[in-house]
């Protein structure tokens, strides 16, 4: 991790990354060609990263938001770099899992990358953590892999109410875990190594 007085800077990413979502859930017309659409993947394959700041309703775009915010300012302000290195790989695993993995045409949300952010700080807790701490990011990560069983059973999420006829991303809050997971884990171990801060 980085310095202690690095730490109080502005979480300038997390916030750029929420206006840029608030900015794209009030101005439709910007979002269309940013969201992710199987159909137009193979000709504007960016899609796959930029539809994970469009939103479905104004409600969905405030609930995603306001978490990546508060998960976003807390691993910003421990790490620039590993919260960097984190978004990269939670956003990789997503656009990965929808792509490969999902039968989805439609795609929409930052839920993906906020679940890599939770089920990093979790595994970092596991990881790195002591006593109460540990136990913690246990049972922080038993209860997200209960919250997507129960998703991908229902077939409606657990903590959001989606617009009419959307389906639950199970397959993008699972990339998304597994990239934050595996970014998390990689932050964690090499922080052990001798010599590092």
Known sequence: MERPEARARWPLVTLALVAA???LACRPELARPLA????????????????QLVHGSAQHAALDLVVLALLGTWWERRSRAAYLALLAASAAGVAAALVFFSTLERYTGSSGIVAGLFVGA???L?????GAGRGLG???LVLFAAKCALEARAGTPVFAALPPGTEVAVAAHVGGALGGALSAAAVVLLGRRPGAR
């Open 36 to 51: 992710f659409e199987r159909a137009a993947l193979r000709a504007e394959p960016w899609r796959a990263l930029t539809g």
């Open 126 to 130: 596991v990881l790195a953590g002591r």
């Open 138 to 140: 246990a049972a922080a």
């Open 21 to 23: 979502g608030a900015l």
């Open 122 to 124: 979790a595994l970092e």
